[in-house]
C-alpha cells in the first residue's frame, strides 16, 4: 500500500513514504503494549490530562501548518481545514477537562454489603482512520481513549501521510511516552494481522460500508469490542413551513462543505411539494455560484475531490443514475480544468429501482425527492440503507421533534445541519455502524465496567 502525499489540486505526487515491515508493526505492537501494562494505564487523570492539554496549546499554536496540511493533501478549503483544527483542539481540551467525572466509580444500592462500578482501561486500541478529515478523526479516538488511560496504533489513509506523522509528533512534544500514541503505515492484510494479535484490546474504524464490514469480521473473529462509524446517506428535510432561505443556505452548506465528502452529510433532499420549485430554483441558483479553484485561497467556494479514483468514482455512478432514469438538473460533469473537480450536481427522478436511490455519493451531489406530507417525508428518510444522520428544517419545532423521533438514524438535527461537537455524541445505526464517539458514550466504549462487590461484615 502506497503511503502517499498527493496534492488534488495540482494532481502532482508530493512525497511517498515506506511501509512499515511486518517486523515493524511487531515493535510498534511491543512497544505500545509494553507503555499501557506498564505506564500509561497507571498514570492519574491529572497526569495524562496536563499531557493532552498540552498536546491542544501545541496544535493551537500550529494551527496554521496543520491546517496547510490537510489542505495540501485532500484538497480541503483552508477556512475548513482551520476550523477542524480548531475543533480538534476543542475535543483534547474537553477531554483532559472532563474525563475524570466521566469515569468516575459509581456506587449501586445493595440490600448488604457495599457495591460499586469502577472504570478500568482496556488496553492497545488499533484505529483505522479516513482522509475527510485527516486530523478530527484522530482527536476523536485519541482524546477519550488516551484519558480512559489505553494506548493508541493508528492505521491512517494512505493519502494523508503527512498529517499522520504530524499528529503522532503532536503528542510527543506534549511529552506523551513513546508508544501512547503511535501511527503506522501498514497494508490491509498487516492490519488483519494487527487485529487477531493478542496485545491489541480494541479496534475502532471510521470508513466506508465495505471496510467496516471487513475490519468488523476480524474483529469478531478475534473476539475484539469494535466500534464502526461507517457511511450515511443522510436526509435533509424540508417541512412546506419552512424559511426558505434557511433552508437553502443549510442545504448548501451541509451538501457542499469538503467537496461533499463527508459521511453525514446532506445527500437526499426531500421537500414538500408546495415548496419544491421554489427551494430547487433557489438550490440550482446557488450551486452556480460556486467558484472552483485554489483550495488555499479565500476565494475559492467549491474544493476538489480528494483523488482522481473518487473523482470517477462520483461521475460513474452519475452515469448509472441516468442511464436507470435520473435526471440531471444541473451539473453531472468533470470541470475541465487542472484538479478532481466535479460539477456541482442535482439529481432528480431517482426512483427506487435506481441503483442510485440505496448509494451514498461521496462528493458534491444531491439527489431531490418531492413528497406530499410528513408521512411520506419520513417514509423517504428511513427508505435507506444507512442511519447516520438527517436534518428536518421546519418553523414548528414541535412538529419537527415529532418527526425526529421516528427518523431511523443515530442523529437528527432541526433547523442546522449535521455538526461536530466534543460534547456530542456521534454515530450511527443500520449500515452506518455501530458504537458512538465524543461526548460521554464515546470515552465509555473502551473500557472495562468492573463490579466491585463487598460482603457486609459478620454478625
Given amino acids: 500500500m502506497a503511503y502517499q502525499s498527493h496534492n488534488p489540486y495540482t494532481e502532482a505526487v508530493l512525497k511517498t513514504f515506506e511501509d512499515h515491515s511486518d517486523q515493524d ?165 498487516q ?49 412546506d413551513d419552512a424559511d426558505i432561505d434557511l433552508a437553502v443556505k443549510l442545504g448548501m452548506k451541509g451538501r457542499i462543505e469538503n467537496a461533499g465528502q463527508v459521511c453525514n452529510a446532506a445527500k437526499r433532499f426531500i421537500i414538500q411539494e408546495s415548496i419544491a420549485d421554489s427551494f430547487t430554483e433557489r438550490f440550482m441558483e446557488e450551486f452556480t455560484k460556486l467558484i472552483p479553484g485554489d483550495p488555499s485561497q479565500d476565494g475559492t467556494s467549491l474544493a476538489p475531490m480528494c483523488s482522481g479514483a473518487a473523482l470517477s468514482l462520483a461521475l460513474k455512478q452519475i452515469d448509472e443514475a441516468v442511464a436507470a432514469g435520473a435526471r440531471v438538473l444541473i451539473g453531472g460533469k468533470r470541470i475541465p480544468r487542472s484538479g478532481y473537480f466535479l460539477e456541482p450536481t442535482l439529481l432528480a427522478d431517482v426512483t427506487p429501482q435506481n441503483p442510485a436511490f440505496y448509494q451514498e455519493f461521496f462528493a458534491p451531489v444531491a439527489m431531490l425527492f418531492r413528497v406530499q406530507d410528513e408521512s411520506e417525508a419520513i417514509r423517504f428518510a428511513n427508505d435507506s440503507l444507512y442511519g447516520l444522520g438527517g436534518t428536518i428544517i421546519s418553523a414548528n419545532v414541535g412538529r419537527a421533534k415529532r418527526m425526529a423521533s421516528l427518523i431511523e438514524t443515530g442523529m437528527v438535527c432541526i433547523n442546522e445541519t449535521g455538526s461536530s461537537a466534543p460534547e456530542l455524541p456521534f454515530g450511527g445505526v443500520k449500515n452506518s455502524g455501530f458504537g458512538r464517539e465524543l461526548s460521554d458514550l464515546g470515552i465509555n466504549e473502551f473500557v472495562n465496567k468492573k463490579l466491585v462487590k463487598v460482603a457486609a461484615p459478620a454478625g
Fill in 191 to 239: 492490519s488483519a494481522i494487527a487485529i487477531a494479535d493478542r496485545r491489541v484490546a480494541g479496534v475502532a474504524l471510521t470508513g466506508s460500508e465495505r471496510a467496516g464490514s471487513a475490519v468488523a469480521a476480524e474483529a469478531g473473529k478475534a473476539l475484539k469490542k469494535s466500534t464502526m462509524e461507517l457511511g450515511g446517506s443522510d436526509a435533509f428535510i424540508v417541512l
Fill in 25 to 189: 508493526m511487531d515493535s510498534i505492537l511491543r512497544l505500545s503494549y509494553r507503555t499501557f501494562r506498564d505506564d500509561w494505564r497507571f498514570r492519574s487523570y491529572a497526569d495524562r490530562a496536563t499531557i493532552l492539554g498540552r498536546a491542544a496549546t501545541l496544535l493551537d499554536e500550529r494551527r496554521t501548518d496543520f491546517a496547510h496540511l490537510a489542505t495540501l493533501e485532500m484538497g480541503k478549503l483552508r477556512r475548513e481545514a482551520e476550523s477542524e483544527v480548531d475543533l480538534c483542539v476543542r475535543i483534547l481540551s474537553y477531554y483532559a477537562t472532563n474525563a475524570e467525572a466521566m469515569l468516575a466509580s459509581k456506587v449501586i444500592p445493595v440490600e448488604s454489603g457495599q457495591a460499586y462500578v469502577e472504570t478500568a482501561p482496556i488496553g492497545v486500541i488499533f484505529c483505522i482512520e479516513p482522509w475527510n478529515f485527516p486530523f478530527y478523526q484522530l482527536a476523536r479516538v485519541a482524546g477519550p481513549n488516551l484519558m480512559a488511560g489505553n494506548v493508541l496504533v493508528v492505521k491512517h489513509a494512505p493519502n494523508v501521510p503527512q498529517c499522520a506523522l504530524a499528529f503522532e509528533k503532536l503528542f510527543l512534544d506534549a511529552g506523551a511516552p513513546a508508544g501512547v500514541y503511535a501511527n503506522v503505515f501498514i497494508s490491509n492484510e
